[in-house]
T-cell receptor, first 114, second 116 residues
Framework: AQKVTQAQTEISVVEKEDVTLDCVYETRDTTYYLFWYKQPPSGELVFLIRRNSFDEQNEISGRYSWNFQKSTSSFNFTITASQVVDSAVYFCALNSNSGYALNFGKGTSLLVTP | SAVISQKPSRDICQRGTSLTIQCQVDSQVTMMFWYRQQPGQSLTLIATANQGSEATYESGFVIDKFPISRPNLTFSTLTVSNMSPEDSSIYLC?????????????FGQGTRLTVV
C-alpha cells in the first residue's frame, strides 16, 4: 500500500520568510514517482514538480526548491522569500507502476500575510 | 500539456436527484480519473475511467452510486446518483497523457456540488 503523509496541516508565515513543507511517503515499489501540486482558493490543481525514484537530485525553480531524500522517504518543498500569492493548499502525491492514479497527502494550507 | 474543461463548475441540488458532470480534454489521453475532495480534505480517488469498458472503482465507491462513462479518449462523465448532503464535495476530473505512471496528471477546475 502507498501512503503520503503531510504532517503540517496549516502554516502561517509573514511575507519574505522562507517556508518548508514536509512530505513523507511509503511505498513498496522500487520505481515510483512523487509530485507536488498547488491548489489556490480558486480550486484548480496546479502541477509544480515530478520526481522519479531514481533521481535524487534536488531541484530549484525560481523561489521553489525540492529536497528528495530516499533514505528518509521524504520529498520536502521549500519556498524562499514567500509572497502573498503563494497562499494555497499544497499537496504531495505519489504513484507507481502498480497504480497510475495519484495518492495524495492531506495537504498543507499555507497562508502568507503581508 | 492538456487542458481539461469540467461542467458544471458548481451546482446546488436537491437530495434524491442525480447530477452528471462532464469532463472534456483538449487532446487524446490514455488515463482519466475521477476524484472527490470533501470540504477541507484531500483528494480521494473514486474510479479510473476506462475507454470502451467499465470503470474501475476504488474501495467504498460503487457503480450504482457513481456511474461513469468514457466513450472516447477525450471525454468522460461522472454521475452522482440519488444524492444526499454527504455527497456535497468538489469532484475533480484528471487526465494523464501517455499511460506512464510518471506522467504529469492534469486536473479540471472541479465541480463544487452542494446537496440540500
Amino acid at each position: 500500500a502507498q501512503k503520503v503523509t503531510q504532517a503540517q496541516t496549516e502554516i502561517s508565515v509573514v511575507e519574505k520568510e522562507d517556508v518548508t513543507l514536509d512530505c513523507v511517503y511509503e511505498t513498496r515499489d522500487t520505481t515510483y514517482y512523487l509530485f507536488w501540486y498547488k491548489q489556490p482558493p480558486s480550486g484548480e490543481l496546479v502541477f509544480l514538480i515530478r520526481r522519479n525514484s531514481f533521481d535524487e537530485q534536488n531541484e530549484i525553480s525560481g523561489r521553489y526548491s525540492w529536497n528528495f531524500q530516499k533514505s528518509t522517504s521524504s520529498f520536502n518543498f521549500t519556498i524562499t522569500a514567500s509572497q502573498v500569492v503563494d497562499s494555497a493548499v499544497y499537496f504531495c502525491a505519489l504513484n507507481s507502476n502498480s497504480g497510475y492514479a495519484l495518492n495524495f497527502g492531506k495537504g498543507t494550507s499555507l497562508l502568507v500575510t503581508p | 500539456s492538456a487542458v481539461i474543461s469540467q461542467k458544471p463548475s458548481r451546482d446546488i441540488c436537491q437530495r434524491g436527484t442525480s447530477l452528471t458532470i462532464q469532463c472534456q480534454v483538449d487532446s487524446q489521453v490514455t488515463m482519466m480519473f475521477w476524484y472527490r475532495q470533501q470540504p477541507g480534505q484531500s483528494l480521494t480517488l473514486i474510479a479510473t475511467a476506462n475507454q470502451g469498458s467499465e470503470a474501475t472503482y476504488e474501495s467504498g465507491f460503487v457503480i450504482d452510486k457513481f456511474p461513469i462513462s468514457r466513450p472516447n479518449l477525450t471525454f468522460s462523465t461522472l454521475t452522482v446518483s440519488n444524492m444526499s448532503p454527504e455527497d456535497s464535495s468538489i469532484y475533480l476530473c484528471s487526465a494523464s497523457g501517455n499511460g506512464s505512471p510518471g506522467t504529469e496528471a492534469f486536473f479540471g477546475q472541479g465541480t463544487r456540488l452542494t446537496v440540500v
